[in-house]
């Protein structure tokens, strides 16, 4: 078992990772709601790491721009200086990524060879480092579906590719969670773990729907709450419109805004109902701390809907949907107080 000494080192590396993760997730929601995420149109690894430094350098990056729909169907009078703002959106968020992947494989090397980690948490931290790669690649695929024949990247590849960043950061704080010392709490109930399972798979599904929403920009639409064109429900026919009918859930704007609404007011519920059977576990304070947040996320969706998508709000709603995230996450380790590690 490592000691209690490297026990708070690694945490304090893991704690470390997933507020980067946090800043790429922020970097990231930036990126596409200031249209920069197809700037930068070839997958470099390792020497794209170096931007654009000289005036050639630059035309000639722009030059690649200019091939893609985007820029000839949207933007065909962008001129360099705008170009060099969403290129440098789109290198810092690939940046961030790139400094993550270096300090998470420089920590675990570290930490490894100290043999300051144990069997389960090698397995663990493991599967995270797959994870990251895993993210990486799929953020490539994201980026390729609009490149070709699209003005924008496919709404479904920027949900899983948040819905990724999303699990890696919960990963990393069930893991640090867990390397606390453990504190004696009243055994949660059965119903309590029930529904703070329920709450953290509540709020993954409503960060990626929140991510469909933002694909489609469907918050530019239905500017009004809490009705829908005067109605709480739109029309069956208008949910449905498309075909097959299965496809409304990802590509049909008023179907995708519907759910993200009706999946804030379950996430709100059982935040209430997670904080009403936590009470007695020693962690109550906590399960009204998410209510408070939820209420508060609630609040800035509304705020961003009505306001039809300002950059510092809809950047804010983001960045509270992975605070929320991490309390749930953090609810959900202190319900199993036996599996830590």
């Known amino acids: 078992a490592a000691s209690a000494p490297d026990r708070a080192g690694v945490a304090n590396w893991l704690w470390f990772v997933a507020a980067l993760v946090f800043a790429m997730v922020v970097v990231g929601g930036a ?7 197809l700037s930068i149109t070839e997958w470099k690894p390792v020497t794209g790491v170096i931007p654009p430094l000289s005036h050639a350098d630059w035309v000639a990056a722009f030059e690649k721009y200019k091939q893609i729909p985007q820029y000839k169907e949207l933007f065909p009078d962008m001129d360099l200086a705008r170009f060099q703002t969403i290129f440098l959106w789109e290198w810092s968020h690939r940046l961030l990524g790139r ?32 994870l990251g790669a895993l993210q990486g690649a799929v953020g490539w695929w994201m980026v390729a579906s609009g490149l070709v024949n699209r003005v924008e990247v496919a709404q479904e590849r920027l949900a899983i590719h948040l819905l990724l960043a999303s699990l890696t950061f919960a990963a990393l704080v069930w893991i640090a969670g867990g390397l606390r010392a453990p504190r004696r709490l009243e055994e949660a109930s059965t119903t309590a773990r029930v529904f703070a399972v329920l709450l953290a798979l509540a709020t993954l599904k409503q960060i990626f729907l929140g991510a469909l929403v933002a694909g489609l920009r469907a918050g530019l639409t239905y500017n009004t709450w809490p009705l829908m064109d005067g109605r709480f429900m739109p029309p069956v026919e208008q949910l449905f419109k498309n075909d097959p009918w299965w496809m409304n859930f990802f590509d049909n704007i008023t179907t995708v805004q519907f ?28 399960g009204w701390a998410i209510v408070a947040l939820v209420l508060c996320q609630v609040g800035l969706g509304i705020a961003t809907l009505l306001y039809s998508v300002p950059l510092p709000l809809a950047l804010a709603h983001q960045a509270l949907a992975m605070v929320v995230l991490g309390m749930v996450t953090a609810n959900l380790r202190a319900a199993f107080p036996a599996h830590a590690e």
Request: charged fraction near 15%.
């Open 31 to 37: 990126t596409r709601l200031t249209e920069s995420g």
């Open 99 to 130: 400094l993550i992947g270096f300090v998470f494989a420089l920590g675990l090397a570290w930490f490894w060879l100290r043999g300051a980690l144990t069997s389960r948490l090698k397995w663990q931290l493991s599967g995270v480092l797959a």
């Open 259 to 286: 759910d993200h609404r009706m999946a804030a007011y379950a996430v709100l519920a059982l935040a209430l109902l997670n904080a009403i059977f936590a009470r007695q576990t020693g962690v109550a304070r906590r």
